[in-house]
């Protein structure tokens, strides 16, 4: 029961510590940004160890990797797409030290 935790007072306590993040009938918003895809899902605290849907996971082609495409288009279009395709193929390691430095 959510209400009334059993064990020893370091279960309670943790249990009370937890409380003031999760309480039922709470809702957040769970957002999983991976690098190809941006998912976004509602849920509703039911008790300690069950959630409700509220609204069916959402989502699409808006991950990491997708900005990545976009930041090289642009620097193509300001560069020359040759000039970075030469730039990727002479210097790897650097090519890819400017996509991590620009997420």
């Known amino acids: 029961d959510i209400d009334n935790p059993g064990g020893n007072d ?6 009370n510590a937890s409380r003031k993040y999760f309480q039922r ?3 957040y918003i769970l957002a999983d940004l991976g690098g ?4 976004i899902a509602c849920h509703e605290i039911l008790s ?4 409700r849907e509220i ?3 959402s989502g699409g082609p808006f991950g990491a990797t997708y900005i990545d495409v976009e930041f090289i288009k642009l620097l193509g279009k300001i560069l020359s797409t040759k ?3 030469k730039f990727q193929e002479r210097d790897p390691y650097s090519y890819i ?3 991590t430095n620009f997420q």
């Open 10 to 15: 370091e279960n309670k306590s943790a249990f």
């Open 25 to 27: 009938g709470e809702k």
């Open 55 to 57: 609204y069916r996971p």
């Open 97 to 99: 030290e400017l996509l």
């Open 36 to 39: 190809g895809t941006a998912d």
């Open 48 to 51: 300690e160890f069950n959630v």
């Open 83 to 85: 000039s970075i395709n």
